[in-house]
């Protein structure tokens, strides 16, 4: 269905699964692009997680990273999900945690 979305000048989107990341060079080109999916999305009988969306953030949280224009970095859950992660004991274990 996002094929045929025509995406705004200056902004693009990526989706894994069913999450979508609108980005774009400055706040109004993603502000705009974010309310032509969300009405694109509506139209097309889809609706979108209010608790999931983060509109228009310098950082947002994207499959375990949090990305921003300084790049991107594990969030912190998931570097918290990494440490607890009990260390290895022998070969199998080894081979498991892989």
Known sequence: LLQTFPTT???QIMQYADDLLV???NEGQVREGTIELLNFLGNN???VS???LQFVQPE???LGHVLGQGGRWL???RIRGILSIPPPRNHWEVRKLL
């Open 75 to 77: 969030s912190p859950e």
């Open 45 to 47: 009988g889809l609706r």
């Open 9 to 11: 000048s200056g902004t």
């Open 23 to 25: 980005s774009g060079k």
């Open 50 to 52: 209010k608790g999931k």
């Open 60 to 62: 947002v949280r994207y």
